[in-house]
C-alpha cells in the first residue's frame, strides 16, 4: 500500500543514517522526495540506494546562501510541501574546557542557525496541514560528560520547535521534534575513526541503555512519519527514540 501517495517530502541530511532511512519508507509508500547532503560520496551512494526518481541535491545545512538556493529549488520542483524534516545535524564530542570558538560556532552553525533560517525559508512552501520534524538528541535534556556544546544545541533546537509550533499554528503547520538516544548509524565512524575506540564506546552505550542496545535508524525513522503524518492532534511535542534512556 502506498500509503505516502503524492506527499511531497524535504529531507535536510538524508544521505545516510535516520535521514536515509526516512527517505526510504517515503519512496516505498509513494511520496516525491528530495534529499539534501554535502559529502559527494554520500550524495551518489544515497542516489543509487534510492532511486532516479529521488532528487539528490549538494547543500549545505549551515550556509544561508544555500538554504535560500534550496528553498527556491524546491518551489520549482514541488510548488508545495507537506514534510520539512531537519535532520542534518553535526556531532562534537569533547570536554569543555578542549572546545575551542571554532568548534562552538561550528555545531551551533549546522544545528541551531541552519534550521532556524530553513524553516523561515520552507515555511511560505508548507501546505496547510503539513509539518515540520526536528532531529534533537536526549543530551537536549540530560547532562552527558563530552557534549556540552552539542546538548546545547539540541535543547536550543528543542526551543525552536515549541516556539515554531506556535507561530504556524494558524498556518496549519505543526511542528514536532524527535529525540534519538543512542542510535546505530554511520555517524559512530566519523565520531570515532579508531574501530576499536568506537566498538568500546558502543559496548558501553548499549550497557548502559535500559533496552541493552542501540537503536536502529528505522525505528527512529518510523516515529518521524507518525509525527509527520499521523500524529494530528500533536504539535509542539517531542519523541524520545532511546531505549528509555532519558525516562528510565
Do not use: C
Not at 98 to 106: A, E, R, S, V
Amino acid at each position: 500500500m502506498q500509503r505516502y501517495r503524492d506527499k511531497k517530502v524535504v529531507i535536510i541530511g538524508g544521505t545516510s543514517g535516520i535521514g536515509l532511512a526516512t527517505a526510504k519508507m517515503l519512496v516505498d509508500g509513494g511520496a516525491r522526495v528530495l534529499i539534501t547532503g554535502r559529502s559527494r560520496a554520500g550524495l551518489d551512494a544515497a542516489q543509487k540506494a534510492l532511486g532516479e526518481s529521488v532528487f539528490v541535491v549538494s547543500s549545505d545545512a549551515s550556509s544561508l546562501t544555500d538554504i535560500d538556493a534550496l528553498a527556491g529549488r524546491v518551489r520549482a520542483e514541488f510548488d508545495t510541501v507537506d514534510l520539512l524534516f531537519v535532520n542534518a545535524g553535526a556531532g562534537l564530542f569533547a570536554p569543555f574546557e578542549h572546545t575551542t570558538g571554532d568548534m562552538y560556532d561550528q555545531v551551533f552553525s549546522v544545528n541551531t542557525k541552519g534550521p532556524f533560517f530553513t524553516v523561515q525559508k520552507f515555511a511560505p512552501l508548507i501546505s496547510r496541514g503539513g509539518s515540520v520534524v526536528f532531529t534533537t538528541a536526549i543530551s537536549n535534556a540530560k547532562g552527558m560528560p563530552m557534549l556540552a556544546a552539542a546538548g546545547a544545541t539540541k535543547a536550543a533546537l528543542r526551543a525552536l520547535a515549541r516556539t515554531f509550533a506556535a507561530e504556524l499554528l494558524s498556518r496549519g503547520i505543526r511542528v514536532n521534534a524527535v529525540s534519538p538516544g543512542p542510535i546505530d548509524t554511520p555517524t559512530w565512524d566519523n565520531a570515532f575513526p579508531d574501530k576499536d575506540m568506537a566498538a568500546q564506546i558502543i559496548r558501553q552505550m548499549s550497557e548502559a541503555n535500559p533496552m541493552k542496545r542501540l537503536g536502529t535508524a528505522e525505528e527512529v525513522a518510523k516515529a518521524v512519519l507518525f509525527l509527520a503524518f499521523d500524529a494530528t492532534f500533536t504539535t509542539g511535542a517531542e519523541i524520545a527514540v532511546d531505549g528509555g534512556q532519558s525516562q528510565l
